[in-house]
């Protein structure tokens, strides 16, 4: 990680970079939680090289309660550890049919997640996403096919902020039940099923 502040732009542009390495001109995007966030910016960006658009776990803005988690996050990291950080996430990211069927491997599922990542990293990462914009300064009037798929037992985004989404985009909004922040992790059958679905259709 260098030293300058993350961005979307910045993310943004290492996608292009991919994208051109791999020989790839237009590309649909799946985006999950940051994911989502760096997918809706290059479709207002370069929809001209976006396809059909798949956004998860993102909302219009960030609310006053996902800016507490996130701040409550970076706190936890910088006073206790980042393996206390990552237990303090796992209630919230996940629904309870999830933390419930696995929970006799959350201790694995932390470890691998604390060694798998750069406590730095994540601390930058957790400060950019607090300054972005709300999305609404980052979309413009025509964008691309596009669906907003969410869990009902999301905690980390507001229900009627994926409301509020859908309807800015003209976007048709799925929600899973019994699922929280990480539908592929959570129902990978149904969120594949609706992914498919939605890039098979015409539009």
């Not at 237990?87 to 696995?102: A, D, K, Y």
């Not at 979309?139 to 309807?167: C, F, H, M, W």
């Amino acid at each position: 990680m260098g030293e300058a502040n993350l961005t979307l732009d910045g993310h943004v542009e290492d996608l292009i970079e991919v994208l051109d390495h791999l020989a790839v001109n237009r590309a649909h995007l799946v985006g999950l939680s940051h994911g989502a966030r760096v997918a809706c910016r290059f479709g207002a960006k370069i929809p001209q090289r976006t396809g059909k658009v798949i956004l998860c776990g993102l909302g219009r803005s960030l609310d006053p309660r996902t800016a507490a988690l996130l701040n409550s996050w970076r706190h936890i990291l910088n006073s206790c550890s980042f393996e206390a950080m990552v237990w303090s996430m796992l209630p919230i990211v996940f629904g309870e049919p999830f933390l419930e069927q696995h929970k006799s491997i959350l201790h694995d599922m932390v470890s691998v997640i604390v060694k798998r990542n750069r406590a730095d990293g994540i601390k930058a990462h957790l400060e950019a996403m607090i300054r972005y914009l709300p999305v609404t300064d980052s979309i413009s009037e025509v964008y691309p096919p596009t669906i907003i798929v969410t869990g009902n037992q999301d905690l980390i985004v507001q229900k009627d902020q994926s409301r509020a989404l859908a309807k800015m985009l003209e976007a048709h909004l799925i929600q899973l039940k019994g699922v929280g922040h990480s539908p592929n992790m959570e129902a990978p059958e149904t969120f594949n099923h609706v992914i498919l679905q939605f890039l098979s259709a015409h539009k």
